[in-house]
């Protein structure tokens, strides 16, 4: 399967406007920003084709047991259905492809990066009426079961669903930050903090890929498109569009970004004015 291209310019703008009117309702829905985040990614995904990931995980959902327990039995279950019969699980390539941060190539491939796999836990979890919910570890995201703290059980759907013990999670955190886990588990993650991380991933593979400046392009728009954000990914976009030849809105980008920190730090919004200047300097 090859490496998506971002959507036509009209499609584009409109997979923002939807993005944005999902990410500031009521209730955000994981699933449909998940899906729209890979339309802004891959021209391909259609509406249709977002139809048909929903569906995939409505699909996977009927497979799991009706109320199976507690929460290591939901654990046990999920972990079958989608570990042992579908496939999921991620490898140490999948960091280095793109589609692993994309739900619908992730449905479709069956490989991903811990966070999205993570995210077809909770959503088929859900749909089948589970206690479920992300946990975003240091260095590595996983899937809580139960509703209190007693009966908390956390898998690792990037191994395939295997239940954890604490101190599993505490050599999971060790591994990929180097450092122990000295701190109780986090609080049960946000839709909106869960797709943050998720642009975060993208944007971090881009940087590593000068010639997909598109991709860490359209991941900084969707990411100020959530009601919050740093605001440094302002100054962030402005500087991606002048090393792409767009001087003049990346120039407007940067007076703007400018405005807003003379507030806090005048030395800092002198030296991005300069940007701005040598940036329009460019056209000449």
Same mark, same amino acid.
């Given at each position: 399967?090859?490496?998506?291209?971002?959507?036509?310019?009209?499609?584009?703008?409109?997979?923002?406007?939807?993005?944005? +009117?999902?990410?500031?309702?009521?209730?955000?829905?994981?699933?449909?920003?998940?899906?729209?985040?890979?339309?802004?990614?891959?021209?391909?995904?259609?509406?249709?084709?977002?139809?048909?990931?929903?569906?995939?995980?409505?699909?996977?959902?009927?497979?799991?047991?009706?109320?199976?327990?507690?929460?290591?039995?939901?654990?046990?279950?999920?972990?079958?259905?989608?570990?042992?019969?579908?496939?999921?699980?991620?490898?140490?390539?999948?960091?280095?492809?793109? +589609?692993?941060?994309?739900?619908?190539?992730?449905?479709?491939?069956?490989?991903?990066?811990?966070?999205?796999?993570?995210?077809?836990?909770?959503?088929?979890?859900?749909?089948?009426?589970?206690?479920?919910?992300?946990?975003?570890?240091?260095?590595?995201?996983?899937?809580?079961?139960?509703?209190?703290?007693?009966?908390?059980?956390?898998?690792?759907?990037?191994?395939?669903?295997?239940?954890?013990?604490?101190?599993?999670?505490?050599?999971?955190?060790?591994?990929?930050?180097?450092?122990?886990?000295?701190?109780?588990?986090?609080?049960?993650?946000?839709?909106?903090?869960?797709?943050?991380?998720?642009?975060?991933?993208?944007?971090?593979?881009?940087?590593?890929?000068?010639?997909?400046?598109?991709?860490?392009?359209?991941?900084?728009?969707?990411?100020?498109?959530?009601?919050?954000?740093?605001?440094?990914?302002?100054?962030?976009?402005?500087?991606?569009?002048?090393?792409?030849?767009?001087?003049?809105?990346?120039?407007? +980008?940067?007076?703007?970004?400018?405005?807003?920190?003379?507030?806090?730090?005048?030395?800092?919004? +002198?030296?991005?004015?300069?940007?701005?200047?040598?940036?329009?300097?460019?056209?000449?």
């Amino acid at each position: 399967m090859c490496s998506p291209c971002p959507p036509p310019p009209g499609r584009a703008a409109e997979v923002r406007r939807r993005f944005a +009117e999902e990410a500031r309702s009521g209730r955000p829905d994981l699933a449909a920003l998940c899906l729209l985040m890979g339309a802004a990614a891959d021209g391909s995904l259609d509406d249709a084709g977002i139809d048909a990931a929903q569906a995939e995980l409505d699909r996977l959902a009927g497979q799991v047991p009706y109320r199976p327990g507690g929460a290591r039995d939901w654990a046990v279950a999920l972990r079958e259905v989608l570990g042992d019969r579908a496939g999921f699980h991620g490898t140490a390539a999948d960091y280095r492809r793109l +589609e692993s941060s994309l739900l619908h190539r992730v449905l479709a491939r069956r490989r991903g990066l811990p966070i999205l796999l993570s995210v077809v836990w909770m959503e088929v979890a859900r749909r089948a009426g589970g206690p479920v919910y992300g946990v975003a570890l240091p260095g590595h995201f996983v899937v809580g079961f139960g509703s209190g703290a007693a009966e908390r059980v956390l898998v690792d759907p990037f191994d395939g669903g295997r239940v954890l013990t604490g101190a599993d999670a505490e050599l999971l955190v060790a591994g990929a930050t180097g450092a122990p886990l000295d701190a109780p588990l986090p609080a049960p993650a946000d839709p909106l903090d869960v797709v943050l991380r998720m642009l975060n991933n993208v944007r971090a593979w881009a940087a590593a890929r000068p010639e997909r400046s598109d991709v860490a392009l359209w991941a900084l728009e969707l990411s100020l498109l959530l009601p919050s954000h740093p605001a440094r990914l302002r100054y962030e976009r402005a500087r991606l569009l002048v090393q792409r030849g767009d001087f003049v809105a990346g120039a407007v +980008e940067l007076e703007a970004y400018a405005e807003v920190v003379s507030a806090v730090d005048a030395a800092a919004a +002198e030296r991005v004015r300069r940007e701005a200047f040598a940036a329009r300097a460019l056209l000449n």
